[in-house]
């Protein structure tokens, strides 16, 4: 029996660590750390965005989750982002894929969900 994309992710435990150093890397990365480095401040703000990136991902990869928070298009409504942004994040997505270990098949899947999402972000 094939497992779901959240199983393969780790579930949610996995799934949060996986968002967790998305977001270190972010705040690493030259091109969009800008747009990360201030939600060190803002550690309230910060949380909420990771729960609700936690709870969209568990719930796209079909895990038992719901997600709540806003649509990506009103969500990222307002950010401008560009698309080469867009690449760096997701660069950073994947670096934070290889750093658990997550396998190509799981990778795959994960690119063609991010892809998906594009229109809804950039240049909003």
């Keep these: ?48 965005i990771k729960s609700h990136t936690i709870d969209f991902f568990s719930a796209g990869s079909g895990g038992p989750a719901t997600y709540t928070g806003k649509d990506m298009v009103t969500a990222h409504t307002g950010m401008n ?3 080469g942004e867009y690449m760096h994040v997701m660069d950073d997505i994947f670096k934070a894929l290889d750093q658990n270990g997550i396998d190509e098949e799981s990778k795959k899947d994960v690119l063609a969900i ?11």
Aim: charged letters at 25%.
């Design 1 to 48: 029996m094939n497992k779901s994309l959240f199983e393969r992710l780790g579930g949610r435990e996995g799934i949060s660590t996986i968002v967790d150093n998305t977001v270190t890397n972010h705040m690493e990365n030259p091109a969009v750390k800008a747009r990360f480095l201030p939600l060190k401040d803002q550690p309230q703000r910060l949380a909420i």
């Design 81 to 83: 982002i560009s698309p």
């Design 114 to 124: 991010l892809w998906s999402l594009k229109g809804m972000m950039i240049s909003k």
